[in-house]
């Protein structure tokens, strides 16, 4: 598996993997024993006593204990979304839901280093990502929907922007606080309240957000935070009282979402899985290139929905591009997300960890070679050494499946058609990547790849402004922008 490398990468090497350490400070943030279900305002015990554990994935020690919601607690939550929605938030001046909106997003710009911590903790991604992307992102997204809060007028000209009424949502573990910012924002923007559930192995900033809220003084019952695992995610889905489903999760949970809603009046966004097609032109800067595609693949341990998954590269520029991915991963420095040298942190639960490895034997059984970067990994908690497979076939499971972790599919191309085929050649559709110095090329590619948000000669930039969200199997509906408002509302 080892490749042969120069002494001069190998210095590189070593000085990027002899930092001193710069470790973050655990005590930047309060965590308590114990998480109880914020409901209308206040924190309450669970109806059925039950609680469950959340561990630190990069040590495996329990951080702590959250409410386990059943039927009656969801029942509850959905009762005081619908209270406060027909009583207090649909009448809220839309200049006020914003006052109240910007004041969640400067508290979290406020408590910025406490989000942090608490999300790498939680979450298992390095300090530097949760410091730096997702927490101001989340604040960012708060902003901006405030911003819109009192515009809908001029945002939907000569229509009536009408709120749906209670928002069930429903969000994953990768980016805990920053999916709760991309549902609750938009939807309290136009005038919905919200129950909104985390996912199991990463509530913690969901409830520090559920804190900020209620010190935000916003009225009782607009957002509902309750914790659980599937079963309390298909109680709300079910729950018929319910206006609108918004889903960010694998796709098999969004098709047992859509079979379960089918026949309801209930509205729905699904943002699912992806597979995306990162795609090197031999016209391109070859060194950003390799840059991105570490960031596509790489970033957030690949727990990323749109990870630029499967590289392909143009067969003239194959070789030196193998080349130079291989070198850059020797430089990634893997371990304790608190670290702030740290590049790619723990995988975030054993769960995820034991179906990379699966994927890891799928590909190697499939006749693809696998390459890991020659680091050396913490004994305790779930890591994964990046990982890259070559000799890969269009139909082989690792290059058609999200495997949703630190592993690149690569295969090479000809021609713009030959590449256009293979990118689309999967049942998703969320995002693509394309290098390349001519403009013509990223206008034709752009235009057939099916895929909802594309890249050129970068990749993963977010903003709040820029729909997101995907064809095919990887759902339907949009986030952020102007697009994530109509999510929300009926036009009349
Ligand atoms: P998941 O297993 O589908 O879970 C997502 C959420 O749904 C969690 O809160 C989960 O609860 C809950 N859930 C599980 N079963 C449910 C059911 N039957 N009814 C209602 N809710 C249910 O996905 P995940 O493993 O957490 O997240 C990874 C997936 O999310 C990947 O496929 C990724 O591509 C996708 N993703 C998509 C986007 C996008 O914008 N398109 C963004 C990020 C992630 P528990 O976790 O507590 O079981
Ligand atoms: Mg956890």
Same mark, same amino acid.
């Given at each position: 598996? @080892? ?14 993997? !002899? ?36 561990? !630190? ?69 390095? /300090? ?55 549902? /609750?924002?938009?939807?309290? @923007? ?35 935070? /309750? ?32 079979? @379960? ?58 070789? $030196? ?69 070559? !000799? ?31 990118? !689309? ?32 000669? $970068? ?34």
């Amino acid at each position: 598996m @080892a490749v042969k490398k120069s002494n001069t990468i190998k210095l590189k090497f070593d000085s990027a993997r !002899n930092l001193a350490p710069a470790p973050e400070s655990k005590s930047a943030a309060k965590i308590n024993e114990r998480y109880d279900l914020f409901i209308n305002g206040k924190f309450e015990k669970p109806s059925g006593k039950k609680y469950f554990a959340t561990i !630190n994935p990069a040590n495996e020690e329990k951080l702590a204990d959250v409410a386990e919601a059943n039927n009656a607690d969801v029942n509850k939550a959905v009762t005081a979304a619908r209270t406060a929605y027909e009583k207090v938030w649909k009448k809220t001046a839309p200049k006020e839901r914003a006052k109240y909106i910007y004041r969640i997003a400067r508290m979290i710009q406020e408590r910025a280093r406490e989000f942090a911590v608490i999300e790498t903790l939680d979450g298992g991604k390095p /300090i530097r990502e949760s410091r730096d992307f997702d927490v101001p992102t989340a604040a960012n997204h708060f902003f901006y929907y405030a911003g819109w809060a009192d515009k809908l007028e001029y945002a939907f000209p000569n229509r009536n922007a009408q709120p749906l009424g209670v928002a069930g949502q429903i969000i994953p573990w990768n980016f805990p606080l920053l999916m709760a910012a991309w549902k /609750i924002a938009p939807a309290l @923007a136009t005038g919905n309240t919200v129950v909104l559930k985390p996912a199991e192995t990463t509530p913690l900033t969901a409830l520090k957000l559920a804190e900020i809220i209620r010190e935000a003084d916003l009225p009782p019952g607009v957002v509902n935070i /309750i914790t659980g695992a599937g079963e309390t995610g298909a109680a709300i889905v079910n729950h018929p009282d319910i206006n609108k489903i918004a889903f960010t999760g694998s796709t098999n949970v969004g098709k047992i979402i859509q079979r @379960a809603i089918a026949g309801t009046n209930k509205k729905a966004t699904l943002e699912l899985g992806g597979k995306a097609a990162n795609i090197i032109f031999d016209d391109a800067p070859l060194d950003q290139a390799v840059e991105g595609v570490i960031n596509g693949i790489f970033f957030n341990q690949g727990h990323v929905c749109c990870a630029g998954s499967r590289l392909y590269v143009q067969e003239s520029v194959y070789k $030196t591009v193998v080349q130079k991915l291989k070198d850059r991963m020797e430089t990634l420095i893997v371990g304790d997300p608190m670290d702030k040298n740290t590049d790619i942190g723990a995988i975030n639960s054993k769960e995820q960890l034991e179906t990379i490895n699966k994927y890891l034997k799928i590909g190697q059984q499939e006749g693809a070679e696998m390459y890991q970067s020659a680091c050396s990994v913490p004994r305790k908690g779930f890591y994964c050494r990046p990982t890259i497979f070559t !000799n890969v076939a269009q139909s082989n499971r690792i290059a058609q499946e999200e495997i949703f972790g630190p592993v690149l599919t690569i295969q090479s191309f000809r021609t713009d058609d030959e590449v256009i085929e293979k990118a !689309n050649n999967t049942p998703f559709g969320l995002s693509a990547g394309v290098w390349t110095d001519k403009g013509s090329k990223i206008f034709n590619l752009t235009t057939k790849l099916r895929a909802g948000v594309i890249w050129a000669n $970068t990749y993963n930039k977010f903003d709040p402004v820029s729909p997101f969200g995907g064809y095919k199997e990887s759902g339907y509906g949009r986030e952020g922008g102007l697009h994530g408002l109509q999510a929300y509302i009926n036009l009349v």
